[in-house]
């Protein structure tokens, strides 16, 4: 038995009322209240509408508002209806949180609103590439990748005049995740959905996987994922039962031990370089988890150890993590709209201060540690001690602009920024670069858009696009270099 994904590009209004009418009902039976309820309702609407504007699964800026919208809200409010549990326990300020949700959800609205204004329908249509091409594409993508990974990991370790070199190239370890995706796309195209695998998707997706085990990074682990959900989408996958229990069995050993691994991990075993902690992750399982009692003793050592003056527990940054909180920005960005609640923009100054929209290396000014934005933040809200400079937790764009200009900077400047975010993101789309191009686009800028804060996402406007417009051609001119005008792969000896 299977059935054929495809991009769904249109919730009907009936569905979309219901479901959010059906969330909004179980939260008030489970014991929420009712203003955060009726918040999170405008908020599932608002950005469905959003997700309708933009053409759905059929466009990139459809991903990223769906998964913007899941990781910071959606998710958590189903858990907690799924363990039946009201949904504003938790939070510090629920009522200020939610209210935060929902009017930044209008700004996302009507940003998209903006943007199909001015896009006609011939270029909202994504264009999916089906060239033949060589394998050397996909493996000459995903090796330029990994060597960009291990340059970056092994900087400190390099000359300093590298370092605009090594700068550049943190942008482009992405590319092994572009070179999974042309191949995942080509056998898709080849096979008309009916095969997903060949031997070098096989080969890249465990090499990718296992670097976000062995590094302890949730992302990591999560993307090479995304990769076969997105190019199973775009390619329409005829997926057989049998491969979506595997999957879930997958999505369930990343949720229940992986991620409590990588929770536990990025402070017990991650070292500075690949190869220290590869060794110190041998050390780490040795040590803690030889048996029953060595876990049990370990996470009673770890739940006593990670207390850090706060009220709360939780093993990363402090406090002992939920099912719930793995799951949901949302509880991070609520601990920092808390805190900016009866503050008026003391949060602006600083903002300014590290709007750095050239590279650091043509300005002269190097990262500081001591001003990035998300320890800075961090530190206000008290997530994680002053000591710890190099966390950078990730809150939002929502929250952000909240402490930047309270409740007309949460409008107004989430509006300006995604509108112009989500026009050229349009614009590039619509561009033929290859098979993997679309696929590689979503994962590319997918965790920088559910994450990123407003400073981050202004230079990814200025800097990042502008480097994917160059990335494409040279991708393109890689690809014709290799197969011929009529997309036949050249003979090779």
């Known amino acids: 038995m299977a059935f054929r994904l495809k991009p769904i590009q249109h919730i009907p209004f009936l569905y979309l009322g219901g479901f959010s009418l059906l969330v909004f009902c179980l939260q008030l039976i489970q014991g929420t209240s009712l203003s955060f309820a009726i918040h999170i309702f405008l908020f599932n609407i608002f950005v469905i509408l959003s997700f309708n504007l933009v053409e759905g699964l059929s466009s990139i800026a459809g991903w990223l508002i769906l998964l913007f919208s899941l990781r910071h809200v959606i998710i958590s409010q189903l858990t907690k209806i799924f363990i039946w549990q009201a949904a504003d326990i938790g939070l510090l300020s629920p009522d200020i949180s939610s209210l935060v ?216 940054f402090g406090r002992k993590m939920t099912l719930i909180d793995r799951f949901s920005i949302m509880h991070d960005a609520d601990e920092l709209i808390s805190v900016y609640q009866y503050r008026e923009g003391e949060g602006g100054p600083f903002f300014w201060k590290n709007l750095y929209l050239l590279p650091r290396s043509l300005t002269g000014k190097w990262i500081d540690l001591e001003e990035n934005t998300g320890d800075y933040l961090a530190h206000i809200a008290g997530v994680i001690p002053e000591g710890n400079i190099g966390t950078a937790v990730s809150f939002g764009i929502f929250a952000e602009a909240f402490a930047i200009g309270k409740w007309w900077g949460l409008f107004f400047i989430p509006f300006g920024v995604l509108f112009f975010y989500l026009f050229f993101l349009k614009k590039l789309e619509c561009k033929d670069y290859g098979l993997g191009w679309p696929v590689f686009l979503v994962l590319y800028l997918e965790h920088l858009f559910s994450e990123a804060g407003v400073v981050n996402l202004l230079m990814i406007m200025v800097r990042i696009f502008p480097l994917l417009l160059i990335l494409g051609k040279i991708i393109h001119l890689f690809e014709s270099s290799i197969s011929n005008k009529n997309g036949q792969v050249k003979n090779e000896i």
Request: glycine share 6%; hydrophobic share 45%; proline share 3%.
């Open 101 to 316: 949700y929902s009017v930044g959800a209008l700004a996302v609205l009507a940003a998209a609103f903006l943007v199909a204004v001015f896009n006609n329908k011939s270029q909202q249509v994504m264009k999916l590439s089906n060239r033949d091409y060589s394998p050397k594409i996909s493996w000459g993508l995903f090796i330029c990748g990994g060597v960009c990974i291990v340059a970056v990991n092994y900087q400190n370790n390099l000359p300093f005049i590298l370092r605009p070199l090594i700068n550049l190239m943190s942008y482009l370890q992405p590319l092994t995740l572009c070179g999974l995706g042309y191949e995942v796309s080509q056998t898709l195209m080849k096979t008309e959905g009916k095969t997903l695998f060949n031997r070098s998707a096989i080969i890249m997706f465990l090499i990718c996987f296992a670097r976000g085990v062995l590094v302890a990074a949730k992302q990591y682990m999560f993307e090479p994922l995304l990769v076969l959900l997105v190019s199973g989408v775009f390619y329409r996958y005829q997926l057989k039962v049998k491969q979506l229990a595997v999957t879930i069995c997958t999505l369930v050993l990343m949720i229940f031990i992986l991620t409590p691994l990588s929770d536990h991990g990025r402070t017990a075993y991650r070292q500075s370089s690949l190869l220290n902690t590869v060794s110190s992750l041998g050390e780490y399982i040795g040590a803690h988890f030889g048996s029953v009692s060595q876990f049990q003793d370990y996470q009673k050592t770890t739940e006593e150890e990670a207390y850090l003056g706060r009220e709360k527990e939780r093993y990363y």
